[in-house]
Nanobody, 121 residues
Framework: QVQLVESGGGLVQPGGSLRLSCAAS????????MRWYRQAPGKERELVAI???????NYADSVKGRFTISRDNAKNTVFLQMNSLKPEDTAVYYC???????????????WGQGTQVTVSS
């Protein structure tokens, strides 16, 4: 059974940091492109970061320079290090796994249950 389980969310003050983890199982992790999405209340789900099988990465302009996506294929885990957090980063963050051919396709692949990140003073 395919599973993606996010963890590491919580409440943090503006300027603080959080590290999200996504533990994957049930598929060949190293063959997949991994993506982090987020969805704030009343808004569309948006792509935050992507990491390819080569470990190359891309980021949304809104998080570039503040967030870092990484992967550990030996542990079947993808991470999102979030620094200099802003209130507008508040959202449910979702882990997503897609085959390389579908990396640019929205809503494709496997999805985790999400973890809440709240940035507030």
């Amino acid at each position: 059974q395919v599973q993606l389980v996010e963890s590491g969310g919580g409440l943090v003050q503006p300027g603080g940091s959080l590290r999200l983890s996504c533990a994957a199982s049930g598929f060949t992790f190293s063959s997949y492109v991994m993506r982090w999405y987020r969805q704030a209340p009343g808004k569309e789900r948006e792509l935050v970061a992507i990491i390819f099988s080569t470990a190359n990465t891309n980021y949304a302009d809104s998080v570039k320079g503040r967030f870092t996506i990484s992967r550990d294929n030996a542990k079947n885990t993808v991470f999102l290090q979030m620094n200099s957090l802003k209130p507008e980063d508040t959202a449910v963050y979702y882990c997503n796994a897609v085959l390389p051919t579908n990396w640019g396709r929205k809503n494709a692949g496997y999805w985790g249950q999400g973890t809440q990140v709240t940035v507030s003073s």
